[in-house]
Each structure stands twice: as structure tokens, then as C-alpha cells.
């Protein structure tokens, strides 16, 4: 393994700037690294080696030539298999689309070609991206590298994995749900669902819709940050865009937060966790009062989100999928056929009734966060569990009606289109991780890096656990 | 009648800045000229004639004082009877809010007053806002002041009254469906329709609702900008915040056009328009050439225009009112009870699928405005009409099915999302006037109000035509 497939973005984009190392040669590492561990974790599952070695090499020429290298010049990515990309394989996780090819890149993904990333594949999702943990009839699971007996969430599984196993240095994500949130928590990586506009989405059936956001992942809150520097920005196909440059958030991410007060909740004010987890925040817990913020237990009341999100969910799954439900409703999965027909059964007044619910808890959370402008709640309720288990029905003595409640503690966020980092906490005793998530106001991205960072520095304890598989 | 009534902003806070006239004077100015003639056309159906005078008082006072005025220190305005304002009547034009005082003001008056503007009352609307004729139950219509005999359009059409009469040198509406420019065209004034965002929306039962906006309505152009630039600006209460500064809007309007291509439509590509609305919109376009544009005449498609407005205003009737309809549906107007009702039968697909033709619309028109970065149309397919006639049930032998039909030239670019400026064009032979409307790229504001204000000084001819009833 080289120590090439580890570095932090700056450290790597350094050398190659430095033509201390060639994109060559960061590209030949982490190829080398795909083949020695992705067999054992499933995460890369289209593959573009030769591709990748011959976009190198002209990269190689093109600094050799002059050329002033962009933010993510020569770093191998790989997108989710929920983004369309040009000539290259994309299926949703969906038998019905095993062999489809795409005619045009996604926003996101031209963007990261633009600023010099190369793409290597795709990563893998469960079906339609739907429910947290990543399985898929076209390509199996993705394994959780810190065991390969547990999943490693979803449905950005494939890219936390990927990360995680120093497979690639940066990768995207999306979140409708919790999924660039649950996977990093459970891979011990970074993922970062931002605001609606935040990171444009093209092309988008509904391009007002706002449930679903693209987001970037990474080992670290730095590198995020850079990534996110790329992916933001406004382009006039995504009518949602927020018009800042993306380039605002390559600021500085130290920031002193003496005397900030941040709302610590450990269980969202009665949701059942996980005693492995809520062990793990406890650990965080002073990292914050380290840095100097005032950490109180508490929490504003979530009465509407469940509610909330599973008729917006519905509706966003009828939507998408009712012409494909018509013509092949028996080559999709269960949950997907259940949450589509959940969706069917609605009427439009439920819908409505839904936003108005959802305007009404977003109006309590901005009233709380004019006290406390951050609140830390747990990412997932569970830690990693076992892969051949499709999704959670318990937890501490709870039943799980639907195959999304288990999610709660991400799509709670979800609904309020506040922004929501997770960053890696801590270790269950068995040495499976557990991420913490900081949620911020509207559009306070920033705020919400700044402090991730700051934790992240003071959680900071030398060697960093490195994942069994890796 | 005094000159203080037709002064521009500009104008007017200049000498009020200068200490040339007190508050008092401009306010006592503006009452006597609602005294004299508000009762003949019923523009202000709410009047706090005292409070007016004893604030004007105040400001004079605090400006003695050494206060530095706010943009719109001491300026009279009365609020569409659709926003909520603390402590004074606010009826939505409905008998079962005859007698409702909100405890809270909304977030655009407080905005308003905040810049020193003084409350003087309260604008007429049609019911609920619904339908481009305002009259009412409680208040009664407002007639159009140009010829009393006709409609003032709406639903902002108690502001629009008040502004070409002299009754407020500013006023603030809202549009859905073409009610911040349709009154404004009717009655020889300015209404800009921005993104939905940019003037926040607060309290908004569905605060991520994005086809109603409110929006400034003044006299000139430059007014315009004036009020945007402190109605505007992000506040956290409204998730779809954009959050560029208010204060942007206050840049010079003068823009060098030369070579900028315009799509000019007299027709939507064809929709039924009166010869009366066509034959001013072509004696209003060598002003776009005189100013160096290379007007072509073209448009893109509104396919799915028709369809998506209908579902989505229904929609968001039924999920407004479905609670108000079940305990009071006999105190509401027939279209009000149609349009709930058509809501109340969608189902949620139904929605989502317009949604998604919406989507494909908006696609369409980013493209073509590749090209086009400015679109000219109609605001109105007709000229003000006899005030007894509810709404247009034919337009040049074409029948219109629904309440709503005659006003597709402006709900075609609501759904767009697009900005939408009204700026005088022309009268008829008359005496009626004819608006005109400039569409722009999506948050480009900006760029909409520096057309608008060079096409309004291409066109100015000397002396403005004021209303007969003035």
C-alpha cells in the first residue's frame, strides 16, 4: 500500500504541484489499491483502469506543457451510480438498467472534471439508491471495510467504502434520507449534506425539488471543503441554486468558537439509540466544551419531521418512478415497490398538508438556533450491523414499522434543509465506527465546516485507525 | 393636488432629506390626495389617516434630532390587504376575515417600516387574492383610474390604483399568477415579479412554496429598484432566502445594451391577444432598437405551461384552504370554491408530474435563453374591461374555459420561475393603458430593472398621461 493513497487532497495536490510525485504515479497507487482491497469490499463496481492511466498520462503532459493545474487536478474520483455519467455505465443499483449508458454528465461530475479530477468508475448504491445500506441485484453489497461481516450503510456506500480503504481521495455523494451522512458514519470518513442549491443538481426531473441534495465526501473536513468548493456554485440549470461561488468556501476553516452555544443531543429527544453510540458521543462531548463552546443537552421538539418525511419521500418515489413502476414494477425491490405504492395512494392535500407541517417545524428549529446556532445529534441510531440484514426492525427494544424508520435520526435533518456534517466520533468496543453529526442554520455551510473542523483537530489522536480490510 | 404626489422617490426623499419639506407636508400632501380621490376609485380599503400623521410628526421629530434616514424615511405606504400587519385590519378581501387583526407584522412591512416608510393602511385585493379583477365582498372593486367604468386588473390592484393616482409614491403586492404586473398594466405603473426568494416570504404557510412571490410596485422603474433593494435581502424565517444583499439593487441602472438580442412576442406564439394590446406592444418596440438591442420576433415553447399552472395553483389553493373550506366554503366566491376544489381532486402524482413537466419547461427556456437573455411580451391578452365583467370569457373569438384563462401571458413565466417586470407600453385608442413585459434569466434582477429603465427612458415622451380620475 502506498502511503500516496492516504494523503490528506492538500498534501497530495502539493506533490503533484511540486512534480514531486506525477499524476502517474497517484493514479498507478490507487489503482493498485482498488485491486488489492475492492475485491474483499465491493465498493468500485465499474472500473476504469486503462482510462484512468491514459487521463494521467495526458495530465502528466499537459503540466509538463504549462498548464495551471485546477483544485482537484490528477486525483482519481469515482461517482455514485445515481449520477449520469457520459459514455460510462450508470444503473441505479437496477437490474432495468444493467447495461445502460448515458448520453451526458451530470453538473456534478463535469464539474469535478473541470477542476482536473479523473474518473475511474463508479461506486456502488442500493437500488435506487433507497434505504441505507448498499445491496444491489446488479452488483451485490459493498462491505464494511472495519468488518466485512457489516454493512457500510448507503446509500453513498460504495464512495465511503472507497474512501475509507484509501481507494479514492475525494468522492460524491447525495442524501435524501441520510445517504451521504450514514455510510461516512459508518466507514468512519466525511460526508457533508449541504442546502437545496448548495450544490446544483442537473439534470433533476424535478428541479425545484429540494429533499434530495449532491454532496461531497472525503477522509477529512479539509478535503471536503475543497470539494465542495468545486461542487458549489449557481448554474442556471438547477432553478434552487444559491448564487455564492463555490470558491467561499476554500476560506480558512479555523475559527474560535469560545463561548458558542450548541444544542448535544444524544437521542433527538427520545428516539431509541443504540447504547454503542450514545457511549461514543458521550466520548465527543468534551471535545467541544475543549474548544470553548457552551454545550448544553437539548434539543428542539421534531413532532412533524417523521411524519413529514414519509409523505415527501412517497410522493419524491411516485414521482420518479410511476412510468417505470407501470412497465417493470417485478424487476425492482420491495421497499422501492412499497415506498412507490406508498406514494400512489396519496393525494394531493397531503402533500400540501406535509409542506405546511414541515414549514412549521423549520420555523420552531430557526427560533432554537437563534439560541444555539449548532446543534450535535447522533448520525445513525445504530452502529454498523450485519450485511445480510436488508435494514434494522429494533432498536433497544423498538419495533421499526417501515423499512426507513431506522434512518430517523438523518432524515429528521433532512426535512428541516438544514446543512449536516458527519464526522467520525469514536469506535464501538468491537471497533466499528460511530460519526457524529453537527447540523447548522440555513445556508451556513461555513459554520457548519469551521466547527467539524474544530472537532475534528481536537479528536485528533495521532495514528488514525485504519479500517481491518484496508 | 400636490406636486409632492407625483414626485419619484428620488425626488421626493431629497427634499425630505434637505429639510426643503417635512414628513408631515409629503404626508398631509398624500392624505388630502386619497381624500379627494380614493372614494371614486376604493383603492385603500383600510385608512389610518391619524397614525399616518402622528408618525410623520415622529419622524420629523427624529430627523430634528440628527437621525440618519433610512431609504425610505417618510415615505406613506398602505400593504395589500393579503399581508398580515400588526394591529391593523387584514381581511384577504374574505367576509370571514371582515374583522381580523394580526398580532404580527409580515416580514416585508416590517422591512418597509424599518426604512422609515409610515403605514398609512391598506390595499384592496381581490378575494383570497384570487383572479386578476379586484372587487370583493367586503370593500367592494376598485376601478381602474384611467376610466372608471373598467377593472384596475389584480390582484394587486388597490396598490397599483393608489400609485397612478398619487395616493403613494410606493406599494408593496404579491403574484401568483400575474398579480404584481396585471394591475400594474392596467393602470400605467411598474410591478416586478422577481425569483422566488429573492423577496423573502414571511409567514408563509409552505415556506418552500415557489410560485407565489411578493414584490415592490411603484411609478418608475428606479422606484422599483429602490424598493427591491430593501424588500430584498436573505432572512433565516424563509428557507428559499437567496442571499444576496437588498442594497445590490441600488447600482446604476444604466446599462449599454447595444447588440443584445431579444425575443419579441406579441403573442406567446399563439395565444389569443386583443388587436388594442398588440398594436401598442408594436409601437413600443423600436424603443428595444433604439436602445441597440436586435429584437428578433420569437419564443420558445410553453407546451407545458398551461397544464403545470393550472395543477400547481390548485394544488396550492386546496392546501391553503382545504381547513377554511370545510368550516366556512358558503363565504367564499364560486372560483375560490372551483379552484379548492380542483385541488382537492388531484392526487399527489398528478402533482409531481407537473412539477416535472415544469422541469422540462424551465430547461427549455434556460436554452433558449442562451440566446435570448431578455424575452418581450404582452403583460395582459386584454385591455382593462368593463369593472362588472368577474373575468374575460373569450379574447378575440377564443373561448377561455376557467376563471384564469385570460391571464396565461403572465402565469406562462410564473412558472417559469423567471423574473417578470411590467413597464408601461402605450394606451389604447382609449385612453386604456397597455403594460409591457421583460422576462429575464432567472435571478437576474438585476439585468430585468436595466431594461426596463432603458426601455422607460427610450419611451418617455415629455409629459406622463395622468389618470382621469386623479
Sequence with gaps: MSDLCFMTVGELSRLIRQRDVSVREVMDAHLAQIDR??????????????????????????????????????????????????????????????????????????????AGAITIGKTNTP???????????????????????????????????????????????????????????????????????????WPALNGWGNLSVEGPMARTVIDVALLLSVMAGPDARCPLS????????????????????????????????????????????????????????????????????????????????ADLFRTHRNQMKDTV???????????????GQAEIKRTALYQRMIRFMDTYPFMVFPVTQVPPFDVTVPYITEIEGVVMDTYIDWMRSCYYISVTGMPAIAVPCGFTPEGLPVGLQIVGRPQDEMGVLQLAYAFEQATRTGKRRPPAAE
Excluded at 133 to 151: C, E, H, I, R, S
Excluded at 337 to 351: D, K, P, T, Y
Design 37 to 114: 482491497v475492492n475485491p474483499r469490499v465491493n465498493a468500485i463496481v465499474t472500473y476504469l483502469p486503462d482510462e484512468g492511466r491514459k487521463q494521467a498520462d495526458q495530465a502528466d503532459q499537459r503540466l509538463a506543457k504549462g498548464e495551471i493545474p485546477g483544485p482537484l487536478f490528477g486525483l482519481p474520483v469515482a461517482h455514485k451510480d445515481l449520477v449520469v455519467t457520459r459514455g460510462i455505465r450508470t444503473t441505479w443499483g437496477s437490474p432495468i438498467y444493467r447495461d445502460f449508458i448515458p448520453d451526458q454528465d451530470a453538473l456534478i461530475v463535469e464539474r469535478l472534471r473541470r
Design 127 to 201: 437500488e435506487f439508491g433507497a434505504g441505507s445500506q448498499t445491496f444491489n441485484p446488479v452488483f451485490g453489497a459493498t462491505l464494511n471495510p472495519y468488518d466485512v461481516t457489516k454493512t457500510c450503510g448507503g446509500s453513498s456506500g460504495g464512495a465511503a467504502v472507497a474512501l475509507a480503504c484509501g481507494m479514492l481521495p475525494i468522492a460524491d455523494g447525495s442524501d435524501m434520507g441520510g445517504s451521504l451522512r450514514n455510510p461516512a458514519s459508518f466507514c468512519n470518513v466525511v460526508g457533508f449534506r449541504t442546502t437545496a442549491g448548495r450544490v446544483p443538481r
Design 242 to 321: 444559491l448564487p455564492d461561488p463555490g470558491t467561499n468556501f476554500l476560506q480558512p476553516l479555523e475559527r474560535n468558537f469560545t463561548g458558542t452555544r450548541i444544542a448535544f443531543s444524544k437521542d433527538f429527544g427520545g428516539l431509541p439509540v443504540d447504547v454503542r453510540v450514545t457511549t461514543a458521543l458521550e466520548a465527543g462531548k468534551p471535545a467541544f466544551e475543549a474548544i470553548g463552546c457552551i454545550v448544553e443537552e437539548t434539543q428542539p421538539a421534531f413532532t412533524e419531521a417523521d411524519e413529514v418525511f414519509k409523505v415527501l419521500r412517497a410522493f419524491s418515489f411516485a414521482s420518479t418512478y
Design 337 to 351: 415497490v412499497w415506498n412507490i405504492e406508498e406514494g400512489l395512494a396519496l393525494n394531493a392535500l397531503q402533500v
